[in-house]
C-alpha cells in the first residue's frame, strides 16, 4: 500500500497569511494527487486534483503544485471559510490511501 | 443539483449485520463508479470500497474484505453496503462519493472523489 505523509498534521494561521501544506507518497504516484477540504461535521470537498489542477468552482486563491512523492497544497491569503482540515489522497493505485489531515486553525 | 444520500446507519452490537444504502440524484448514475469512505469519530478518512459503473469492477479495503459487500443498482439509482460480521472498529461516518471523471494538463484521464453524500453514522457497540 502507498502511505500517504501529510505535514504539519496542525498549524496556525491568521486571516490574509500564506498557508502551505505538505504531503509525501512513500513511492512515486506521479500526479494522481488530489486534495479534499473538510468542515468539521460536513463531507469532504474536492479542490484539487492531479496535482495542480484546481476543481471548478473552487477559488484561485488555492493552488496545488508536485509531482512524484512530493506535494504542495498552497492557500495564497487565507480566508476565514478556510478554516478546516485539508487531506491528500493519492488515485495511483488500490488501496486508495488518504494522508492523516492537516488542521488549518487560527 | 447532483446529490448523494446515504441512509441506513445505526446502533448495532458487535457480530451483527447494517445495510448501508446511497441515493443519487441529479447526474447520470450510471455512468459513474462509485466510492463508499468512512471516517471514525476524531480520524481521518479511510477509503472501504469502489465498484465500477456497472459492477464488473469492485473493490475492498483489506479491514473489510470478506465482511463487506459493495453493490448497485442502477435503476433505481443507488449504491449499496452490507456490513456483516460488524466489530467495534468499524465505528465511523459512512460517506457515499462519486468517482469524477477529470483530465490533466497532459489529457490523461485521472479521477477525483467529486461529489459526496452527508454521511450516516455507523456506531457498533455491545
Known amino acids: 500500500d502507498i502511505q500517504m505523509t501529510q505535514s504539519p498534521s496542525s498549524l496556525a494561521a491568521s486571516v490574509g497569511d500564506r498557508v502551505t501544506i505538505t504531503c509525501r507518497a512513500s513511492q512515486s504516484i506521479t500526479n494522481y494527487l488530489n486534495w479534499y477540504q473538510q468542515m468539521p461535521g460536513k463531507a469532504p470537498k474536492l479542490l484539487i486534483y492531479?496535482?495542480?489542477s484546481l476543481q471548478s468552482g473552487v477559488p484561485s486563491r488555492f493552488s496545488g503544485s508536485g509531482s512524484g512523492t512530493d506535494f504542495t497544497l498552497t492557500i495564497a491569503s487565507l480566508q476565514p471559510e478556510d478554516f478546516a482540515t485539508y487531506y491528500c489522497q493519492q488515485s495511483y493505485s488500490l488501496p486508495r490511501t488518504f494522508g492523516q489531515g492537516t488542521k488549518v486553525e487560527s | 443539483e447532483e446529490q448523494l444520500a446515504e441512509s441506513g446507519g445505526g446502533l448495532v452490537k458487535p457480530g451483527r449485520s447494517l445495510r448501508l444504502s446511497c441515493a443519487a440524484s441529479?447526474?447520470?448514475?450510471?455512468?459513474?463508479?462509485m466510492n463508499w469512505v468512512r471516517q471514525a469519530p476524531g480520524k481521518g478518512l479511510e477509503w472501504v470500497s469502489s465498484?465500477?459503473?456497472?459492477?464488473?469492477?469492485?473493490y475492498y479495503a483489506d479491514s473489510v474484505r470478506g465482511r463487506f459487500t459493495i453493490s448497485r443498482d442502477n435503476a433505481r439509482n443507488s449504491l449499496y453496503l452490507q456490513m456483516n460480521s460488524l466489530r467495534v472498529e468499524d465505528t465511523a461516518v459512512y460517506f457515499c462519493a462519486r468517482i469524477g471523471r477529470f483530465y490533466d494538463s497532459s489529457d490523461n484521464p485521472v479521477e477525483g472523489l467529486d461529489v459526496w453524500g452527508k454521511g450516516t453514522t455507523v456506531s457498533v457497540s455491545s
Open positions: 465498484i465500477s459503473s456497472s459492477s464488473s469492477y469492485i
Open positions: 492531479a496535482a495542480s
Open positions: 441529479g447526474f447520470d448514475f450510471n455512468n459513474y463508479n
